[in-house]
Structures are given as structure tokens and as C-alpha cells.
């Protein structure tokens, strides 16, 4: 199968549901950067859902400490990462965000958890063996690594936490 048509219809699909979000309410920055900061997690997840509930051969799925053997556990895993990071971006961008508080805040610290500092965490402790391959010819090792996946992994889910924290101080949420 071509995996990576496969992926850039799946993309096409959660950008239409993305796009039609933005286009039901007003949305400010805020919402917005909340939005484009589950859009990694979409995106390196993208193809696995599909991949390990039709690939027999596939590899599985290890990202941070979340390691599932081949089958229906990746389809499960992966899955709830990308669709649980489309609902939240789809809430923030739709004006839902407050209803949807709990689940956004759960979702994001399970990904805090399982998947960014431990991918960080063993780029702290091997730098030299960590590494970022974008085809044959494009490598970067090293600290630049942990900088890039620090920018990717960790720091927009950092600041949704915020956002969170702030719309709790605002009582926008507990007030509606």
C-alpha cells in the first residue's frame, strides 16, 4: 500500500474538519495556538492508526514509553492520540473548548507523560545517539535534536496547560 497517499488523505480529512471548526465561531490566539499545538501530535501519528489495523507486518508503535506490539493496540493507541488532539484543536477553534475542558487537559498531560518527557528524557541522557532522519541525505544529531523535539514536543503542550490554568483563574469554564 502507498502509506504516504494514505497519510495525505487522512490529513486532508482533519484539516476539513479543522477548517469547518474555525469557521463555526470566533476564536482568538489563544485558541488558535492551542489548535496548532496538538497539530505534531496529528501529524507523526498520522498514518499509524490506519497502518497497524491493515499492515500484518507492521512494526508497532513506540513513542516515549508507549510501546504496543503489532495489531489492533497501535490502531487503539495512535488513534486516540490523533483524534483526541483533533477534538481539542476542533473544540478550540469551534468556541467548545470549555465544555470539552476535562478531556483537553487529561489528553495533554497523558501525552506529556507517555510521550514528550520521555522522548526528551532519553535524548538528555543520549545525546550522541539521538537522532532526526528526514530521508537519506538530511541528519541532524546531537542537542539539536532535543532543541527541535523540545520546540515540537514539549513546549506547545506547555503552553495549552497554561491556557488551561487561565481559563480556569478567568472562571470561564467553571461558570458555564
Not at 523540545?150 to 513546549?155: R, V, W, Y
Amino acid at each position: 500500500m502507498n502509506w504516504l497517499l494514505i497519510g495525505v488523505v487522512h490529513l486532508a480529512i482533519i484539516a476539513a474538519i479543522l477548517v469547518y471548526g474555525a469557521t463555526r465561531a470566533k476564536f482568538n490566539r489563544s485558541m488558535l495556538l492551542i489548535a496548532l499545538a496538538h497539530v505534531p501530535f496529528i501529524i507523526l501519528n498520522l498514518v499509524a492508526p490506519i497502518r497497524g489495523f491493515l499492515d500484518p507486518g507492521y512494526a508497532g508503535y513506540r513513542f516515549g514509553i508507549l510501546e504496543i506490539p503489532p495489531g489492533f493496540g497501535v490502531t487503539l493507541v495512535a488513534g486516540t492520540v490523533i483524534w483526541g488532539s483533533v477534538f481539542i484543536a476542533y473544540s478550540a477553534l469551534s468556541g467548545k473548548l470549555r465544555q470539552n475542558i476535562w478531556f483537553a487537559i487529561i489528553l495533554d498531560f497523558l501525552i506529556l507523560g507517555l510521550i514528550s518527557i520521555p522522548v526528551l528524557a532519553e535524548g538528555i541522557m543520549n545525546p550522541a545517539d539521538f537522532r532526526l532522519e528526514l530521508g537519506e541525505y538530511f541528519q541532524v544529531s546531537g542537542w539539536i535534536v532535543l532543541v527541535i523535539l523540545s520546540a515540537i514536543l514539549m513546549l506547545p503542550l506547555v503552553y495549552t496547560l497554561t491556557q488551561y490554568i487561565r481559563l480556569f483563574r478567568e472562571q470561564k469554564v467553571l461558570s458555564s
